[in-house]
């Protein structure tokens, strides 16, 4: 597979995959009884099951909110490396089945790939992967080849972190509402370019990740930013699109912060309001203490 970091050719056009606008409301509406012993009503995530199809072959199981589901789907075939190219595809097909979430038939995700494009599912199974967050799969095959990643020299101010850890304390959000969901977001510098929630954190970076890959948006100069807590693979995840910084408002585990330090990303947890650890890659944060007494 080409680094994440190769430039594509621009004489060559991208051809871009039929994609469907599959949306779904994000929370539904259940009754409770609060603490006074009183009936209300409140809004929780609406997980569905969303079963991905490559080449009408069985692929997995996810469970997700579905709020950008062929994104999602596009960014766990490279997360997965599973695809190469974007141009590899010629359709993502999503159709919710009725019933789906409700522990009926799960929604049905097509991915058609172009003639002759040469995919294999060979490294594929029959599994669902739950919304505990884990996926598993992807870290044995991402280590072997972690070292092809090359990081740009790239920084965050800490006036930079403040804006962004604002804009995401400001955003309505699922997370609001009903609760129950991870968060994550890219940025460039103080600008948010992408957000989205899911039940797990790992289903929201890889919609992010078909998101970049599909409009072709690169990771030099931008940050990641999760509310989930850095583990490898959620480190592994940023550096495979080739974001530089990693900021969360959860904390970091050993083995995500040494594989944080093995690719010099720069990984920023517990970042709430003005207080934050930097724990890898504090060369790419340019200090400005005087803000955090401001």
Known sequence: MNDVMN??????????????QAKVPLTRTVTVCNEFGEIAETPIPA???LTIYLDKKELVTLMTLGAEPEWLVLGFLRNQR?????????SITVDWQIGA?????????????????????ARSADRVVTTGCGQGSVFGDLMAHIDEIVLPPAHITQGQLYGLVNAIRVKETTYKSAGSVHACALFKGE???????DVGRHNAVDTIAGWMWLNDIHGQDKVFYTTGRLT?????????????VVVSRSGITQMGL????????????RATNKRFLCFSGAQRLVWQSELAHA
């Open 7 to 20: 430039v594509p050719d621009p004489s060559q056009p991208l051809q871009q995959p039929r994609l469907t």
């Open 101 to 121: 979430g409700e522990l009926g038939e799960p929604g049905v995700a097509a991915v058609k790939t172009r003639a002759n494009a040469g995919v294999k599912t």
């Open 191 to 197: 600008q948010m370019l992408m957000f989205v929630e």
């Open 82 to 90: 599973l695809i190469e190219s974007v141009a590899q595809i010629e």
């Open 258 to 269: 040494d594989v944080a330090k093995r690719l010099g990303l720069c990984t920023i947890g």
């Open 232 to 244: 490898s693979e959620m480190v592994i995840k940023s550096a495979q699109m080739g974001v530089p």
């Open 47 to 49: 997980e569905r099951a």
